[in-house]
Every structure is written in structure tokens, then in C-alpha cells.
């Protein structure tokens, strides 16, 4: 998008959100596995160094030359702070936690998770099997545009799992219905209705689609782009951006609902799912997952896969199809990209993948034999 950033903002943002979401002092370690060519590079970099604390950088595979390099890192450099993405744990999960107890984590306070939003399972994973119980997960949901985060959890609040415990300090946010009103209990656009320090000045040389991609909407109110909630108790949820939303016959629903009723199946790694043209419900949901190498990707499988959807959200929801991927697309940061799927899938021209890590996913999808 080419953020335009300031001197002061970026750094004082990521430092407040730093200080007040993962409490790093003087002294303390910091280990984020992110990437420099992301905002949580930066982000990482200015918010230890201003708080007087030491970040640890590494080049290399998270589960190489074994599953437990994370977990080795953390023991021999005496982490403080570890953040990483639910994707990241979803992966090692599988692999069970043998090679996180081969290691001494008990200098880990607490758990920084940003990038995507969670699913129940791996969340419980990680907070009852490697933290044990003690140590929260500070959910963190931002941009590059915001310098840091819009959400973000608090340790000295009850913790939900896969949720938020409110807005990060100093940002005035809320959910709105499509009428540009304030939302309780159901899912709206999440919004900023004041400026904060570290908000980008803009696009670099694209004034006008800066506007419209923030400002467009309602006077003097950023939209961010994604779908959220907040609940009877105040606690905040991410269900995903609002582009990739499915209305399937009248009831919209964001992909990560359907998703994490999908990894909850035994030897499914990931999920993504699409909305495609449906003739009799608008839409229907397209579903593609990434399995154990040990499952057998038959129809047998895909049809206890759709089960389990109903089974959680309804029949109108039963996926359409179920897809078995080698991979799904991703960003560096792990992202994963359901608008380039949906536009493999259904013929549509791609655009701009060089974000993209795995191009070659897409080819595996443009040539699988599609369901209309």
C-alpha cells in the first residue's frame, strides 16, 4: 500500500502498545516471530529499544532442524515475551508438546499472538499445554496503517479464548451496523472515530485511494476493513475482513466461524473458505484445507468435513465443496489470502501476487475441477 509514517508516530505507538499489552520492561526479552519486511518488524524493533529492553532476531524455519527451534530458542535466550501467529501454532500443535516440555519455558510470561484470528483449539493448546494455564495470550489486531494495534489483550482481565479484552490506549474505536450505527452483540465494521499517534499520513503518491479505502464510508470515520463483535461481557472479536465475508442464504457469517468447525477435525492442519455465486442461496461456501499427510483426502473425508459444518452452524451452511490443498497462500506474515482464492477458483483475474510466499498454490487451484 505504501503507509506514509512519521518519525514520532510509529515509534511512540509501538512502544505504548508494547508497554501496555505485553508489560516489557528494562531487562526483558522480547521474541516475536515476525518478519522486517512487515510492520511487526519495526513494530518490535522501536518497542523493546525505547522500553529499555533487548529483542531477539532470527533467521531461519521455525520447525527446523526440529519441531522444538522455537522453544529451544526461548529456553537458551530466557524469552520474556513470545509472540507468533495462530497459523505458526496450528502447525506445531500436531507434532504434540513433547519438544516445548524438552525445554525450560518458565522465564515466558505471557504469549503475543497478531496476524489472523484464532480458533478455539489451538488457542487452548497454547495457553493450557505450553503455558500451562499461567501464562495469557495477548490477542493483538492492528495494521500498518495504525502503527501497531486497534485490540489488544490485557493480562490483568479475565482472558476468552480467541478474544480481545478491549481497544488498545488511546484508540476510540467501535462496531457499526450498516447504517453507521454503534453495534452491540452482533457483527458490524469495526471503526475509529478519533485520530491517534501513529495513524499513516496516507498512500505514497495515492491521496485518492487512501480516501477511499478508509474515509469513504461515513464522515470523519475510519473503516478498517474488518468484521467484528463485542459481547455481553465487553470482550472484542476479530471474525475476519469484511471483503471476505460470506452471505450465504441471508445469514452473514464470517469465514473463521466456518473455519475453526473445520480444524477441529481430526488431521486438519488449516482451512480458508469462499463465498461463490450460487443460483439457489446467493452464495455457497467453497472450503479448501490442509491435511495430515496420515488422512486419506477422499470424498469419505470431505463429506464428514461438511457434516461437522452442519453439525456446528447449520445445514444453508454445509460447504458446496471440500478441496484438499498442498498449502494455502499466504503472505510473509502468514496471512492467508482468500481473495486470490476465491479468484483462482472461479477464473477471475489475479492481480498483484507477489506478497504471496507459495504463488504455485494458486496454479493447484485454477486447475482443480470445479463445482458451479
Known sequence: ??????????????????????????????????????????????????????????????????????????????????????????????????????????????????????????????????????????????????????????????????????????????????????????VGELVIKAPWIGMTRGFWNDPQRYEQTYWSRWENVWVHGDFAAVDQDGSWYILGRSDDTLKVAGKRIGPAEVESILVQADGVIEAAVIGIPDALKGSAIIAFCVIDPSVVPDQQFSKRLARQVIEGLGKPLAPKAVYFLPDLPKTRNAKVMRRLLRAAYLGEALGDTSALVNPEVLEYVINLEKVR
Not at 135 to 153: A, C, Q, R, V
Not at 160 to 171: D, L, Q, R, T
Open 1 to 186: 500500500k505504501g503507509a506514509v509514517h512519521t518519525h514520532c508516530g510509529f515509534p511512540i505507538k509501538a512502544a505504548q502498545d508494547m508497554a501496555f499489552g505485553t508489560d516489557v520492561h528494562t531487562g526483558d526479552v522480547i521474541y516475536w516471530m515476525t518478519d522486517m519486511g512487515w510492520m511487526m518488524g519495526p513494530w518490535l524493533v522501536f518497542g523493546a529499544l525505547i522500553l529499555g529492553g533487548t529483542f531477539l532476531l532470527y533467521d531461519g524455519a521455525p520447525d527446523f532442524p526440529d519441531y522444538d527451534r522455537i522453544w529451544s530458542l526461548c529456553a537458551h535466550h530466557a524469552v520474556n515475551v513470545l509472540g507468533l501467529s495462530p497459523t505458526l501454532v496450528r502447525g506445531l500443535m500436531p507434532h504434540g508438546d513433547a519438544y516445548a516440555r524438552a525445554h525450560d519455558l518458565t522465564r515466558i510470561r505471557c504469549f503475543g499472538s497478531t496476524g489472523e484470528p484464532w480458533n478455539p483449539d489451538p488457542w487452548h493448546w497454547l495457553f493450557e499445554v505450553i503455558g500451562e494455564g499461567q501464562k495469557p495470550i495477548i490477542n493483538y489486531s492492528g495494521g500498518t496503517e495504525i502503527s501497531g494495534g486497534i485490540l489488544m489483550g490485557n493480562p490483568l482481565l479475565p482472558l476468552k479464548s480467541c478474544a480481545f479484552s478491549g481497544p488498545c490506549p488511546g484508540i476510540d474505536v467501535d462496531v457499526f451496523d450498516e447504517a453507521g450505527h454503534s453495534l452491540r452483540g452482533e
